[in-house]
């Protein structure tokens, strides 16, 4: 079946084809009708999608992560592009080619887990290189953090994002670490390679990525607190100890890494490597996500995107 991808969706567009239906949500308007909001994907992007006049039973007819036909019509709201749906009707993965859905990319995570494995193994400081190895050597871990998401939306929200973000800023810091030489580049390496190891135990990795309940819980930055404590048990002995005050590097780097209490940091950077890892994080999640809105805009003034209410701007957009 022939289908238009997400991103080449345009606005007034009449859509009659396959989506993977990776959330839904049924609501109550102010006079009482019922209608369901939608998040549509493929692997090429996501659109919401609306549709109005539900009820239970056309709600209960699929589930989140069922492949679904939706005939509908594209508008543009907000700035953004969504689809009116006028019929979903749940569809047999047997109907879909999974290709057109399928985001993780095999080949790619694989070069990314070989640079990791070299990164980590060619570290200096013998207690970092160790516990680098602990995880390294963990299959379940490296497995799982080669399919896993690094956010649900906004940056890297796709499977195998978490590891390419984690990759992208170890490689940050062998760039910006040396042009500092107050700066342990080792240290913060790790603490990057460290960062967002929590997001495998707060996301779902099967499907599209979802919070999980302890995700909702206890939240990344603890978990990763606790993984990190788990894989230093795992090396520390009377015989190798590992040393107590880098343990409290380690930590800290990764409870400060979003730089402000309100942004859901326990502390505030308060170390050289910690306020560094803050900034390089924050410049890599907002290039991802800048490029993102740039990408998936179809408005049709000029330069310009749309205006973004998330961002609070527009972003220029020159197009060649």
């Known amino acids: 079946m022939n289908r238009t991808p997400i991103s080449e969706l345009t606005d007034g567009q009449q859509v009659a084809q396959s989506f993977r239906a990776s959330d839904k949500q049924l609501r109550v308007n102010r006079q009482g009708g019922k209608y369901i909001i939608l998040k549509l994907t493929d692997r090429t992007g ?13 709600f209960d007819s699929f589930d989140r992560g069922d492949y679904v036909h939706c005939v509908g019509r594209t508008q543009i709201h907000n700035g953004a592009l969504q689809m009116i749906v006028t019929t979903v009707e749940r569809m047999d993965a047997s109907e879909v080619d999974v290709a057109d859905f399928e985001r993780f990319d095999a080949d790619q995570s694989q070069r990314l887990r070989s640079r990791l494995s070299e990164l980590l193994g060619g570290l200096h400081n013998v207690h970092l290189r160790r516990l680098g190895q602990a995880f390294l050597s963990d299959d379940t871990f490296m497995q799982r953090l080669e ?7 906004n940056h890297h929200a796709y ?3 978490l590891l390419k973000h984690t990759l992208d800023l170890m490689e940050l810091c062998i760039l910006v670490g040396p042009r500092y030489p107050q700066l342990d580049t080792e240290l913060l390496m790790f603490g990057a390679f460290l960062h ?30 606790q993984m990190l404590g788990e894989k230093i048990r795992q090396i520390d002995s009377p015989a190798e100890p590992f040393p107590h005050e880098l343990r409290l590097q380690l930590e800290h780097l990764v409870v400060s890494h979003h730089g402000q209490i309100e942004f859901g940091s326990p502390k505030l950077p308060v170390t050289l490597e910690a306020v560094t890892l803050h900034h390089i994080d924050n410049l890599d999640a907002k290039i991802e996500s800048y490029t993102n809105i740039i990408e998936s805009d179809i408005s049709a003034d000029g330069n310009w995107t749309n205006y973004n209410p998330t961002i609070g701007r527009k972003l220029w957009n020159k197009r060649d």
């Open 46 to 58: 996501t659109v919401s999608g609306m549709l109005w006049n539900a009820d239970e039973i056309m």
């Open 147 to 153: 399919v896993g998401a690094a956010a649900v939306s």
């Open 159 to 161: 499977p195998g994002g």
């Open 196 to 225: 967002d190891l929590g997001k495998l135990e707060e996301l779902s990795s099967e499907g599209e990525a979802t919070y999980t309940d302890r995700g909702q819980l206890v939240g990344h930055i603890v978990i990763g607190v």
